[in-house]
């Protein structure tokens, strides 16, 4: 990669900081990451071919095809882009199925299985689940001639299962081989499904007598959405953005934003007040998926049903999905006021489940029986965001989600809750992962699970960020843009890049919102600027800024002394431009000693206390 300017090599030092052990050239590659050398090299991906084979060998016979895919969006969009295979090979899917959240729960359940046995076909075709569900695919290997699964759940040891010999398991993750499930074990099952869509277009071009169509135009163009749809999912599913994750969004969110049912979304936000500012999905970044098209594609398959996000990915004309999309949209709103509920709950009790967090290094669990389900996962994400340790939440019928932090294996923590006899079922990976517990309605099974859970997060914590950019107010500073788009996209394994700033030079301040909870200035330095916000950071639920009086104030007025935040990038409609934003978590100010809400005299002439907001979290 060429270091010529300022911005280059801030960006060059921010990956030298962050992983010190990468050699040069995998430097370069993680700036130049190039999706043509990374799907040269797809034959070295285990059962891939296999798969191709099989499937192409379906199409050209005309088989019946069913799909079976999870509810949220990876299932969802992995779902689609097979599905867009199939319709531009000219044999589109018999059936297109997703299991009921309340009524069949994660995957290959025993009600969901009941269903595909119901409506058999040649081949079946299962997304994003399945890996740990052997019983279930030995039942479904008498129905079907074919089975393929592909899926990137975890095992806790790297095992292909015994399968029949009519099903193809298609997982990077679980193959003995390090050196596979360090390149590819990381894809999400999006990614899986576009780089099986890429191979199955190869095969088919290289068949002897070709039909006349698809055309070489068409499958360019079916390549193209799967590449869309897989860049949605390597987001919204939290997989690190490295490696072939990384190349997929880098190149992928350009056709993501072509995709029907993301402008359908974008549009709907518009129309119901959901955004202020129209959005541009024609400029759609990685921030936008995780935090506006992403929850609205898992909400439909959490709180009400999937088949609401399938015919919205599905679908192919956007006039046509403005009543699916309203309805997509609505239904993300009730989620997010569910949502508020539960994690309002888990955060008053937290105190009283840990019982002295700070002295106690363990995660934390909450269970309810009166949590939805559909949101536990949300706020198990919201209760490591405010403790920083793993976090598991349990809701209605024994269902439980958990989020963890680098350092413990929340999947491999729950495959052992399996195996152990407490869970009936779950799975997950490093990050994330859901289960339901084995006998839900006995107090002893949450106890027994929450004493495993203790002891096997001790000592675990967060660690805190790196700091990426560090600046002082009226100083210089780099090109946050261009910094910005050297080092994006951001998400899980690459997080936003921090930025410290002391002493902050602040102009045009406000408080903005309907309760006045949110914050934004203009961030000052030598012949540059940045706009900063902060969100929920008001009188109503900050002390700190309600005894100072700010809310009424410039934050400038409480002698801010140094500020903390990350990087957001967006096209902003009003200026027509893409502009990079600080979103502020954190300010420590100083005051004099009478004024400090922490009532810390100390003796000292001032004192130093902290005010922190809701960062990054504000979405839609």
Known sequence: MPLADESSLVAHEVIRRRFPDWPEAVIADFFSPSLIEATRRVDDVPHLDAAAQIMLSHVIAGSGIVLFGDYDADGVCSLSSIGRVLDALGVPPSEVLVPDRLADGH???????????????????????????????????????????LDHHGMNEPCRPALPDNVVLLNPAIEPDA???????????????????????????????????????????????????????????????????????????????????????????????????????????????????????????????????????????????????????????????????????????????????????????????????????????????????????????????????????????????????????GGGHAGAAGFTLADAENPESHLDLARMFELATEGVVRADPLVDLSLTGGGPAPDFLRVYRELAPFGMGFPALRVRIDRPVIQHQKWFGANRNHWKGILVFAGASIEGVMFGTGASNCPAIRDLGMEKRDIGSGAPVVLLGTLRGQFDTYFDRFVVNVIVDTIFFETEPSQSPSGDKGGADTSVFQVSGAGSRAGV
Not at 264 to 288: F, H, M, N, W, Y
């Open 179 to 425: 050196r596979v499930r360090q390149d590819w074990g990381i894809a999400c099952t999006g990614v899986l499904a576009y780089l099986l869509g890429l191979h199955i277009g190869r095969l088919w071009r290289r068949r002897p007598a070709r039909p006349a169509t698809p055309t070489d135009a068409d499958l360019k163009d079916m390549l193209h959405d799967c590449l869309g749809l897989g860049a949605i999912t390597a987001v919204a599913d939290m997989v690190p953005l490295l490696g072939i994750n990384r190349a997929v969004v880098r190149h992928g969110l350009r056709y993501s934003g072509d995709l029907p049912g993301i402008i359908a979304i974008a549009g709907s936000l518009g129309r119901l007040g959901v955004v202020k500012k129209a959005l541009r999905p024609d400029q759609i970044t990685a921030e936008d998926v995780g935090f506006r098209y992403g929850p609205i594609l898992n909400a439909a398959g959490r709180i009400a049903h999937g088949s609401t996000a399938i015919a919205l990915m599905r679908g192919r004309v956007v006039d046509d999905l403005v009543d699916v999309a309203n309805e997509a949209v609505a239904i993300n709103l009730r989620r997010r006021d569910v949502q508020a509920d539960v994690v309002e709950t888990c955060l008053a009790r937290l105190e009283a489940v840990v019982q002295g967090a700070g002295e106690r290094r363990t995660g934390i669990l909450v269970r309810d029986p009166d949590f939805h389900p559909g949101v536990v996962g949300l706020a198990a994400s919201r209760l490591l965001e405010t403790t920083g340790r793993p976090a598991i939440v349990i809701g209605a019928g024994g269902a439980g989600s958990g989020r963890s932090v680098p350092g413990f294996n929340i999947g491999d923590f729950v495959r052992a809750g399996v195996e152990g006899g407490l869970l009936a079922k």
């Open 107 to 149: 995957g290959l359940s025993a009600s969901a299985v009941d269903r595909l046995v119901a409506a058999p076909a040649d081949l079946l075709v299962v997304l994003d689940c399945g890996t740990t569900s052997v019983q279930a695919l030995e039942r479904l290997a008498g129905y079907y001639a074919d089975i393929v699964v």
